[in-house]
């Protein structure tokens, strides 16, 4: 099941015996969990019927008899185990995920890591109950998630903003979101309407020096705004690594080169060729296709993972990251 149909089934109270949350992205094990905490029990029978346990603080024989015991004056009983991937001998719960009470909610969160799938355990799980896996999302990703966690919100952005979020925050989601929850605190009264401006105050991302802005200026070889942006980032090397500059150029030439081979090379025929919903999204490999040629884009691929590795050592000692940054700049640029 997707997060989504698991959330949209807890808000509907149709529960399932035992979840296992599973995975590299907490984001999602924490919202299930939360989710689960604020509708399986109305707050007076938490007391009662709510158990929060760590996995190194407990064992697999008491999670088996708490979960086994029947609730008090309540349909549900709700046992939550965080941090299960430290429950010694947690495979030893077969024994109850292959006959579990359905007057229990059992909740193991398995963070950092995922359970044997050749377990029975994860095999009896997936039978009675949820198995759901959190995924990092790959960061050529993040703005989408960014402009749906707005929409969930009843905001929207723009791309240039959903761009400027994902370079400063990374794929942390849990760190996204929280940076956004900050910044929906700061929105004027009436205001749907995520903008530049309004990051750039609130959360300190320069609206006119940021990898949207470099790359809009690489697609129009606006080599002087290319070197405006470079000198800004050499000077503020902190809230702009050159890591995540290089994988923003890395993502669009490596989308490029498919355009090349598009048989409709107009706005329309690209987005259907890289799957965008929207044609406008193809707008900048319209542009791109202009000023640079398929080979060009093939030298400007190969650059970009050699500079990558040169940023990380190889084949250099001492270049900073602000040089090899215009560099790579200048070369691909003519």
Not at 144 to 154: D, E, L, V
Not at 221 to 237: C, G, H, L, S
Not at 286 to 307: D, G
Request: charge should be neutral; charged fraction near 25%.
């Amino acid at each position: 099941m997707t997060f989504e149909q698991i959330i949209a089934d807890i808000k509907a109270r149709k529960f399932k015996p035992v979840y296992l949350l599973m995975g590299d992205e907490p984001y999602y094990i924490d919202e299930i969990t939360d989710m689960l905490v604020s509708t399986v029990l109305p707050e007076e029978e938490k007391d009662f019927n709510q158990t929060i346990r760590y996995g190194m603080e407990t064992d697999v024989a008491s999670v088996i008899t708490m979960a086994r015991s029947f609730p008090m004056m309540s349909d549900y009983q709700l046992i939550v185990i965080k941090e299960a991937q430290n429950l010694s001998k947690i495979e030893e719960l077969e024994v109850y995920a292959k006959n579990p009470l359905h007057t229990t909610v059992l909740v193991l969160n398995y963070k950092n890591g995922t359970l044997d799938k050749r377990k029975k355990l994860y095999a009896e799980i997936d039978k009675n109950g949820i198995v759901f896996e959190s995924k990092k999302i790959p960061e050529y990703k993040i703005p989408a998630f960014i402009s749906s966690y707005m929409q969930q919100k009843g905001l929207t952005i723009d791309a240039k903003s959903a761009q400027m979020l994902s370079d400063y925050l990374g794929n942390d989601l849990s760190k996204l979101t929280n940076e956004i929850a900050k910044l929906l605190i700061a929105i004027p009264g009436g205001q749907t309407q995520i903008t530049p401006n309004l990051i750039e105050e609130n959360i300190g991302i320069s609206k006119d020096f940021n990898n949207f802005e470099l790359l809009k200026a690489v697609i129009e070889k606006n080599t002087f705004k290319v070197n405006q942006i470079a000198d800004y980032f050499e000077k503020n090397p902190k809230n702009n690594p050159l890591i995540v500059t290089l994988v923003v150029l890395f993502n669009f030439f490596s989308n490029l080169m498919i355009c090349y081979w598009a048989k409709n090379k107009t706005e329309q025929g690209i987005a259907a060729e890289l799957g965008f919903r929207n044609p406008y999204q193809a707008k900048d490999y319209v542009a791109a296709i202009r000023n640079y040629n398929a080979f060009k884009c093939m030298e400007i691929l190969s650059l970009l993972r050699t500079y990558d590795a040169k940023c990380k050592g190889v084949d250099n000692v001492s270049t900073p990251d602000g040089e090899l940054l215009k560099e790579l700049l200048y070369k691909i640029t003519h």
